[in-house]
């Protein structure tokens, strides 16, 4: 039975963001900053994060959790009147595995909100000065995965999301490395460009460069077995010294609804 006294409030699922602690976002911090409760993804979230949480805040690491033990957490916490946050890696709607715990709170009556955070494809991005949707090079990002003890479906393999050559960043696949790069090399050819970005974000980040014909060697000689983004793409062949084509969005002799077109 619920306590007729106590306030509820709906439980929270908050970004982290990609490691560091300021990449949370402002409304992120303040939730953590009211939290009573907080679930967090330790395999993934660093425990810097928590340090937005007032220190009589109960902290829970769910990395050995189930998600049955996570729900029962969750709901006897929630019961109590206890603010609730549970903390996901990046954004968690990005491999977050949260819709199958809103459904589980939602046949519980538990009403719950998201807070959106910053995946690490746009703070690899940001680390190495890249832009994913380059004009007449690239306007389109794949954000996807390999298939391995997680499937994907038939028409989202990785081999058929190569061949459209978009700029694509590729997570949750190191450990099957040399598969994701004998398809990139079919796709993209093995002398072009790709990245590495390992850790992105955190104290530890490094960001390795090399050609998709050598990723394997490179990911084993690094070893580097596990939070990495595998990043491809022609947009990494171009730098600032070699643009060609820009944008029409500050082209003076583009006109739209906020600048009408100059005449010498």
């Known amino acids: 039975m619920h306590s007729i006294s106590a306030v509820r409030y709906p439980v929270q699922f908050v970004g982290a963001g990609p490691g560091d602690p300021d990449l949370i976002t402002v409304k992120g ?4 900053m009211m939290a009573d409760t907080v679930i967090y993804a330790g395999s993934l979230v660093p425990e810097a994060l928590l340090k937005w949480t007032r220190p009589e805040t109960l902290s829970i690491d769910s990395a050995s959790l189930n998600l049955d033990q996570i729900i029962d957490i969750i709901t006897n916490n929630w019961n109590a009147g ?37 995946t690490a494809a746009f703070a690899a991005a940001a680390a190495m000065g890249l832009e994913y ?8 990002l794949i954000l996807t995965r390999m298939a391995g003890r997680t499937p994907v479906p038939e028409s989202e393999r990785l081999e058929s999301l190569a061949a459209h050559q978009a700029s694509m960043a590729i997570y949750l696949s190191i ?3 040399d598969d994701v790069q004998k398809t990139l090399s079919r796709a993209y050819g093995p002398d072009a460009a790709c990245a590495i970005a390992y850790k992105v974000s955190h104290p ?24 990495a983004l595998i990043i491809v793409g022609k947009v990494l062949e171009v730098t600032l010294e070699s643009l060609k084509h820009r944008s029409k969005l500050y082209d003076k002799a583009f006109t739209h609804g906020f600048r009408e077109k100059k005449t010498p």
């Open 133 to 140: 949707t380059l004009p007449e090079i690239s306007q389109t």
């Open 82 to 118: 206890k603010q609730v946050v549970r903390l996901h890696t990046g954004d968690p709607s990005l491999y977050g595995a949260i819709f199958e715990q809103m459904a589980a709170l939602n046949a519980g009556n538990i009403p719950f909100t998201i807070v959106p955070g910053v």
């Open 175 to 177: 450990s099957l490395i």
């Open 204 to 227: 530890e980040e490094r960001i390795l460069y090399t050609q998709i014909g050598r990723l394997s060697e490179t990911v084993r000689s690094e070893n580097i077995t596990r939070q």
């Open 29 to 32: 911090q303040k939730a953590l």
